[in-house]
């Protein structure tokens, strides 16, 4: 029986509730999170089937003072598992839990806080690459005469597409949950 297993799941940058369902749901049919690698592979090892909560903090600052970033959690029994791309990733027993909706986070003004960490570090980035690369490129490869310009224009046309589409759910999700608090 293979006691190890490899799953490769793509969340986007906005998707980290689902991530957390997903590694709890995994956690509950007896696979435990052990580690995330890049291409988005999850490594899962048999376990027994435990209602186990996962949460995700994005906060890069906190690697800069990681062994008290780590400690502040571990204080409030949460297990720290590993980095990813700015997020980090604990886990807790609901057993151990003192209520079944206890989080890393101790109110919405906090998640909110995360989120807009999130868009500092992850959207700015993107939206900087959007105005200074694709933009730009679309605009020369519109107006070049070099073999493959118009086909190199439409990558560019759906990279910007695919670009607006991930700024529109970020800024949807964002404004859903600003609007839930």
Do not use: T
Request: aromatic letters at 18%.
């Amino acid at each position: 029986m293979k006691d190890r297993k490899l799953r490769i799941r793509f969340f986007n940058i906005v998707q980290w509730k689902q991530e957390q369902d997903y590694l709890r749901a995994q956690h509950n049919n007896g696979w435990k999170f052990v580690k995330l690698n890049c291409l988005c592979c999850y490594h899962f090892e048999k376990c027994e089937p435990e209602d186990v909560k996962y949460q995700l903090d994005y906060n890069p600052e906190g690697i800069a003072h990681k062994v008290e970033y780590v400690q502040m959690f571990g204080d409030c029994g949460w297990e720290y598992l590993q980095d990813y791309v700015g997020y980090s990733y604990f886990r807790k027993p609901v057993s151990e839990m003192q209520n079944q909706d206890e989080e890393i986070f101790c109110d919405d003004a906090s998640r909110l806080d995360m989120m807009k960490r999130v868009f500092k570090g992850r959207l700015i980035p993107l939206i900087l690459i959007f105005f200074a690369v694709i933009i730009p490129q679309m605009f020369i490869q519109l107006h070049s005469n070099v073999p493959f310009g118009k086909g190199i224009f439409i990558l560019y046309v759906v990279l910007a597409v695919i670009y607006l589409i991930c700024f529109a759910i970020f800024a949807y999700q964002y404004w859903k949950y600003k609007k839930s608090l």
